[in-house]
């Protein structure tokens, strides 16, 4: 017969966290990665072996246990946040961007409707915590003992160091893969936060400002000609001294412009304002990590996103040339005003610095359509005002449709389908609706106010407001809807005497400035002023690259959307005028194109990132505040 059984064994603290952590980082990569190769958990291996074994190296003795249990308690938090916020933007964050509380739109407001279930596995573990860590001796629990022992540590450090080893390995391979998903990807969560710190410490080429006009211009020769020369670029001058007028309307898509549901019209005013602008249906968002101000910031610079860091955070400390600036020079009062976007002293800072006055957040008097409208009627006598001096102003307006999405006293939102009832997709398109009833009421006064026939008036839309999640849901109104029409964002220009016309091209958001300039009579060759854009009415096909919300090197022309792989040879190609449709979405590996395709494509893709690569360059080197 057996002998009666002694005490359980206890697991020892640095085993047992190292498999429970681990475990929790492998079931992130599955949840966002899919199944991974056997490198890629073996870098996993490295990461949490470091981590673990710093730990325990650093707290000795009876610490050990309560500070491996610390450890698993933050990064079940971090792995939560990593995964809500790669639902969100479609990449990993790194610690920079995990490290800014407000720096940009935010993962906070999404947790609610971004949670899967299955993160619940990560703090199963936690609940049972009181039970695995302590040691049964027969009819009772006690404290565990210290986990000591010289032996012990030295197995500790030297794990520790085979996974700085794996790691460095790791970060090496990948090295020149530019996709920032595939680089996560292959070098695991915790890498690729080492590898985000080498890259942040690595130093930048200074670039010699003098000639920076010059090095941008040759630059942009590889992939485009524009006419820079005022006597031949067509609508320079033609708003010379008129008032300018940019409405960043927040998250708004092209997908809802002159589209209807069951009947009703969806945006009647941007519809009637289209018939009358030069409108460019395949306008893009180039936003970075913050979203609206990252938005407002490329529009008033032309320069690139930082990416995983929202724009004040990057360019803070740096004395950023912009529009604003441009036309106080020529006499214009430059100010901005904002409705439903949290303050930031940062940003505000930062806009003051490109020349304009702030004017603090509006917050909306009233709920939904009637509280936005009220923003706008604040601003119009501000405008009024300013007119009245006898000076020209240049006015941004930045608005979010939560501020006109609640509501409905006067039955002006839409009467939603059962199919859309209910969903992210119905509330989108009433929020829109709203935010459309409340522009009608900035032409309105425009028009009442004598303003309209003196200014320039610029809508855009600052980033896409729905998620790949809510694709289902726009499909059971818009059939055709793709996953790239989350960065068709409006723009349209409307110069008082001129008619409309319809831009077919592709545009983004760097090409408003110089856009804006050339109708304004400012040459920006003269000038010498750099900008990262081109001027939409004197430049033919052209690319626009993508940033932070697709992988680094994505762009657009007018023929096609590429996306990389690992890099270019791995990418994929999607026609546009598929995209437009409503049949299936179509994806060719580059593989499969012909040789003079390859070719102009990857010279396309190689323009995109050294365009990027140079702004970063040109934003280093400018003077600090």
């Known amino acids: 017969m057996r002998g009666k059984a002694g005490p359980r064994r206890r697991p020892q603290p640095v085993p047992l966290l190292f498999g429970l952590i681990f475990g929790k980082v492998e079931l992130l990569r599955l949840l966002v990665f899919g199944t991974p190769e056997p490198q890629m958990v073996l870098a996993d291996l490295a990461g949490v072996a470091v981590l ?69 596995l990560l703090y199963a573990d936690l609940v049972a915590a009181p039970f695995i860590g302590m040691r049964m001796h027969g009819d009772g629990w006690a404290p565990p003992r210290p986990w000591v022992g010289r032996a012990r540590l030295r197995g500790v450090g030297a794990v520790a160091i085979a996974g700085v080893v794996v790691i460095g390995v790791a970060l090496v391979s990948a090295a020149g893969i530019r996709n920032e998903q595939y680089r996560a990807e292959q070098v695991g969560v915790l890498g690729y936060q080492a590898d985000a710190l080498l890259r ?44 300018l007028l940019l409405v960043q309307m927040g998250a708004l898509q092209q997908l809802v412009v002159g589209q209807w549901l069951d009947g009703q019209e969806i945006t009647p005013h941007l519809n009637a304002l289209v018939g009358s602008s030069h409108s460019f249906p395949r306008h893009v968002q180039q936003v970075g990590k913050g979203g609206s101000i990252d938005a407002q910031v490329i529009a008033n610079t032309s320069l690139c996103p930082a990416g995983d860091v929202a724009t004040p955070t990057a360019y803070g400390d740096r004395l950023l040339p912009g529009l604003p600036a441009l036309l106080r020079e020529r006499g214009y009062v430059a100010e901005t005003f904002a409705v439903g976007r949290e303050h930031s002293p940062a940003a505000d800072d930062l806009l003051a610095g490109l020349g304009f006055t702030v004017t603090p957040p509006e917050q909306p008097r009233a709920p939904g359509p009637a509280g936005l409208s009220a923003f706008y009627e604040h601003t119009l006598q501000r405008l009024t005002e300013i007119a009245a001096t006898g000076k020209p102003f240049y006015a941004h307006l930045v608005t979010d449709p939560e501020a006109a999405a609640a509501g409905d006293a006067e039955g002006t939102l839409l009467r939603l389908p059962a199919r859309l009832a209910g969903t992210e997709a ?19 006064g425009l028009k009442e106010s004598g303003l309209w026939s003196d200014t320039v008036l610029v809508v855009y839309g600052d980033q896409g407001g729905l998620r790949d999640g809510a694709a289902a849901d726009v499909r059971a109104w818009r059939t055709g809807y793709r996953s790239w ?22 545009a983004g958001q760097l090409d408003i400035l110089p856009t804006v300039a050339n109708l304004l009579g400012v040459s ?31 762009f ?12 270019f040879a791995d990418g994929t190609v999607t026609g546009l005028d598929a995209l437009d449709g409503e049949g299936e ?8 194109l012909d040789a003079e395709e390859v070719g102009d494509l990857e010279g396309e893709y190689r ?16 003077p600090r505040r």
């Open 200 to 243: 942040a410490l690595k130093p930048r080429d200074d670039l010699d400002l003098a000639a920076a006009y010059d090095r941008v211009a040759k630059l942009k020769e590889r992939d485009h000609v524009s006419v820079t020369d005022p006597g031949n670029a067509a609508g320079f001058g033609v708003a010379e001294g008129k008032n």
């Open 585 to 592: 979405e179509e994806r060719l590996d580059v593989a499969d």
């Open 426 to 444: 119905g509330a989108y398109l009433q929020a829109q609706r709203a935010a459309d009833r409340a522009l009608g009421t900035l032409v309105r």
């Open 485 to 506: 029409h989350r960065f068709n964002t409006p723009l349209l220009i409307r110069v008082p005497g001129q008619g409309g016309a319809r831009h077919e091209g592709v």
């Open 556 to 567: 657009l022309d007018d023929r096609v959307l590429f996306q990389p792989g690992r890099g």
């Open 524 to 554: 920006l060759a003269k000038e010498r002023f750099v900008v990262f854009g081109v001027d939409l009415l004197n430049t033919g096909e052209h690319t626009v690259a993508l940033r932070f919300h697709a992988p680094t090197g994505t």
């Open 52 to 120: 673990v074994g710093v730990v325990a190296l650093v707290a000795r003795g009876a610490a050990t246990s309560p500070a491996l249990w610390a450890l698993n308690v933050v990064l079940s938090v971090l792995l939560t946040t990593v995964y809500v916020y790669a639902d969100r933007y479609q990449t990993l964050p790194t610690f920079t961007a995990l490290r800014e509380a407000d720096g940009g739109d935010g993962v906070r407001g999404a947790l609610g409707s971004l949670l899967d279930v299955r993160l619940l």
């Open 607 to 622: 323009y995109a990132l050294d365009l990027m690569d140079l702004c970063d360059t040109y934003v280093a080197s400018l």
